[in-house]
């Protein structure tokens, strides 16, 4: 599994630059943000969602008893 950590070092960029751009935040260059986002698809990312889950402390999810 890819992650953030993984493309910053690819990149030879920080964590918190690769988050900026998937988070969309506009502290970033354009060149930055293309090169960030060829690396993502180039490396197939896709956000680990119980990480982000955690982070957020939401899960977005129902429970439901019968």
């Known amino acids: 599994m890819v992650t953030i950590r993984d493309i910053a070092q690819a990149c030879g960029v920080s964590i918190a ?9 506009k502290n970033v260059s354009e060149e ?3 090169r960030v986002m060829e690396k993502v698809r180039e490396m197939n990312y896709t956000p680990n969602s ?5 982070k957020t402390k939401k899960t977005r999810t129902m429970g439901i008893m019968i």
Do not use: P, Q
């Not at 630059?17 to 935040?25: A, C, E």
């Open 17 to 25: 630059t690769v988050s900026n751009v998937l988070n969309g935040k």
């Open 32 to 34: 930055m943000r293309n």
């Open 50 to 54: 119980i990480a982000k889950n955690l």
